[in-house]
């Protein structure tokens, strides 16, 4: 298990941009692939974006594509999740959260074991 705290959350114009953090516990963090998820009030969790554990591939909705880039530092035990372009539809509460399968880039919510508390983005027109 690892425990992870996000942080960087807040509110940010149409267009804008926010880099969220994820920084978490212990000595292994680089055994774990990572992702972040999102929910949005009345909505499911879906799935944002994922990373393997050296950060060498990477896999993202399709509805943040070439606006959000995930990357980690697992010297500082940390990874984050930079969101450009933002719109109304990205405003949701977002989760950082770690996963041990090695045999694949986790995606789905089943595939993570460990979760943050979350961290809210509102995204104003």
């Known amino acids: 298990q690892v425990q992870l705290v996000e942080s960087g959350g807040g509110s940010v114009q149409a267009g804008g941009s926010l880099r969220l953090s994820c920084a978490a516990s212990g000595r292994t963090f680089s055994s774990y692939a990572m992702g972040w998820f999102r929910q949005a009030p009345g909505k499911e969790r879906e799935f944002v974006a994922a990373m393997t554990t050296s950060g060498g591939t990477t896999r993202y909705a399709d509805s943040v594509k070439g606006r959000f880039t995930i990357s980690r530092d697992n010297a500082k035990n940390t990874v984050y999740l930079q969101m450009g372009s933002l719109k109304p539809e990205d405003t949701a509460v977002y989760y950082c959260?770690?996963?041990?399968?090695?045999?694949?880039?986790?995606?789905?919510?089943?595939?993570?074991?460990?979760w943050g508390q979350g961290t809210q983005v509102t995204v104003s027109s």
């Open positions: 959260a770690a996963s041990s399968i090695w045999y694949k880039l986790p995606y789905s919510a089943a595939d993570f074991s460990s």
